[in-house]
Every structure is written in structure tokens, then in C-alpha cells.
């Protein structure tokens, strides 16, 4: 019998899902937490085979909660179980090592499914996200060859350009003259195919070469 943690901080939805996965009896639900410390909390003492993890919660949100647990290298498999169908906390959780991503409103066939397909050593990710997840992971390998095709300089002046500088100012801060500063900005357009310095600016921030 496979032995799982819900963490949700919705009393409503654990009892929900509880009442959902135990109708089986294949499944048993051996905790419960209302936030992340809480989950953490139980991990100490307890070993259950798999979570069910939310994202959105007070103290310690379901991000923080994975980062933990894979910090410490708990021999535990996640699912996020989430409202959230933006590729970004897709993203975030695949960074960190989700072992899988559905949505609350899949049903309960699908959730058991997930489960289990995860409890046995494969990944899980609810199907109608797989295009979007793809595509987004496409876009991210174009970026990096953009990067890639960029000089350091080049890099050195996009960064300043996405911190707000002026031509004037980056030749300053780089000692190199207002036209090498040109120059540069116009091979950066053309690498980034984009067409001013707001859209470069953005493709830095998203590329995480500038934090906010």
C-alpha cells in the first residue's frame, strides 16, 4: 500500500482528496500538513512515499517546502498538486526536482494515476501542460544560443542596458568610447533579434542576467 502526506493549507481539499484516495484502499494517507514547516516538521519522523504538495500557503509555500526537501535529500517523491497551470511554476518545479505537476482540477482517476506512475520511478506531468512545458523549454534553448553568440563585452553591455544606463554611462563605466558602445548595442539587437533596448532589457531580465 502506497503511503502518502497531503499538504494543503485548505482543510476542505485534504479532506477531499483523503476521501478520494482512500476509496481504493490501495492508497493510504499517513499525514497531514497545513503548511511547509508543518511538513518538514513531520518528515522528521515519518517516511511516507510520496507528497502532495501545494504550492500556495502561509509560513512556508509548496517551492520552498521542495527546495528543502531536496536539500536535505529526502528519499521522498512530490507531486504538486497546484490551481497554478502557469509554465513558470512548471518550470520552478522541474528546476527542483518535481517528481510530478497536476492540476486541482483533474480527476480523481488521473490523481491515482499520477501517483502511482510516480511511486514506481517515472515522472508525471498532467498532458494538456506537455505542449506548453516543450515549447517553453524550446525557447529556452534558443536564448541560450543567443547568449552563446554574444561576446563578453556585448554581455557586459546588455547587463547595463537592462540596469538603465545610457550610452554616455556605459562608456563610462566600461572605458570604451560612445561609438564602441554603439556598435555593441547594434550587434546585441541583432543577436537577440529584438528592435530596442526595453525588449533587450527583458530578454536579460528573463535570462536571469540582471536580477531585480
Known sequence: MIQAMLVDDHMMIREGIRQLLEFGNDIKIIAEANNGNECLTLLETLSP???LLDLNMEQKNGIDTLKEIRA???PVKVLILTVHNEIEYLMKARELEADGYLLKDSSSEELRKAIFTIVNGSSYIQPKLVPYLNAKLV???IDKEKIKSMTKREIEVLIKI???MFNKEIATVLNISE???KNHIFNIFKKLEVSDRTQAAVFAIKNKL???
Request: overall charge negative; glycine content about 6%.
Open 162 to 164: 537592462a540596469e538603465g
Open 72 to 74: 536535505n535529500k529526502l
Open 210 to 212: 540582471i536580477l531585480l
Open 139 to 141: 525557447e529556452r534553448d
Open 49 to 51: 512515499d510520496i507528497i
Open 179 to 181: 561609438r564602441t558602445v
